[in-house]
């Protein structure tokens, strides 16, 4: 059982910047061997893959609209993962959930057998 607690969402203006931490109450053992991925929801819209980074953290993955401004990374000593977010724009704004899975990455959300609660970012143009 692994429980997922997000933090760092925020109100920001549109181009700046922000980090979300996914922090896991799993053992450091257990965590490590989780692959991780970050999703959001925005309202009257389907929960969508964000980024995700295999268990190692060798791997990574972003979806098109966000590469190149975002950027995931893990810390398995700390027993967490980051989303760091620049030039953020309005539709990025929404509720950012981060996932965990055991062993292989994957972009579907369908895939992850635990998930945090959430952290809401909004973004003022």
């Known amino acids: 059982q692994v429980q997922l607690v997000e933090s760092g969402g925020g109100l920001v203006q549109a181009g700046g910047s922000l980090r979300l931490t996914c922090a896991a109450s799993s053992s450091t053992r257990t965590f490590s061997i989780y692959a991780m991925g970050w999703f959001r929801q925005a309202p009257g819209k389907e929960r969508e893959f964000v980024a995700a980074i295999s268990v190692s953290g060798g791997n990574t993955y972003y979806t098109d609209s966000v590469k190149g401004r975002f950027t995931i990374s893990r810390d398995n000593a700390k027993k967490t993962v980051y989303l760091q977010m620049n030039s953020l724009k309005s539709e990025d704004a929404a509720v950012y959930y981060c996932?965990?899975?055991?062993?292989?990455?994957?972009?579907?959300?369908?895939?992850?057998?635990?998930w945090g609660q959430g952290t809401q970012v909004t973004v003022s143009s």
């Open positions: 996932a965990a899975r055991p062993l292989k990455t994957t972009t579907n959300p369908g895939e992850y057998d635990y």
